[in-house]
Nanobody, 124 residues
């Protein structure tokens, strides 16, 4: 299976910056798309940004402030968050879709994997 490990969350003042990282497990060969979502407890998970070889998309609420990037050689996705606002406070989840990976000695494809989440808190 595919595991995603996020890091980089924390507490920051409004106007500050944070950089999130998400690394796929070593058995992953490649993922078509990787991205970020966020969720407040009790609310629906919300799209933030995603990136594939064909596109880069952002939610309107983060355009111009957040930048997504990928290191395809290491199957890692980043989210640089600048000009943070209190409303950006959430748990941020990494997502990877259409991933090719080694399952024992078999090359396998799977869909829609999630990380465990990392808390981002922006104080006003």
């Amino acid at each position: 299976q595919v595991q995603l490990v996020e890091s980089g969350g924390g507490l920051v003042q409004a106007g500050g910056s944070l950089r999130l990282s998400c690394a796929a497990s070593r058995n992953v060969v490649s993922c078509n798309a990787m991205g970020w979502y966020r969720q407040t407890p009790g609310k629906k998970r919300e799209f933030v940004a995603s990136m594939s070889s064909d596109y880069t998309n952002y939610a309107d609420t983060v355009k111009g402030r957040f930048t997504i990037s990928r290191d395809n050689a290491n199957n890692t996705v980043y989210l640089q968050m600048n000009s943070l606002k209190s409303e950006d406070t959430d748990v941020y989840y990494c997502n990877a879709d259409r991933c090719t990976y080694w399952d024992d000695n078999y090359l396998t494809m799977g869909y829609d994997y999630w990380g465990q989440g990392t808390q981002v808190t922006v104080s006003s």
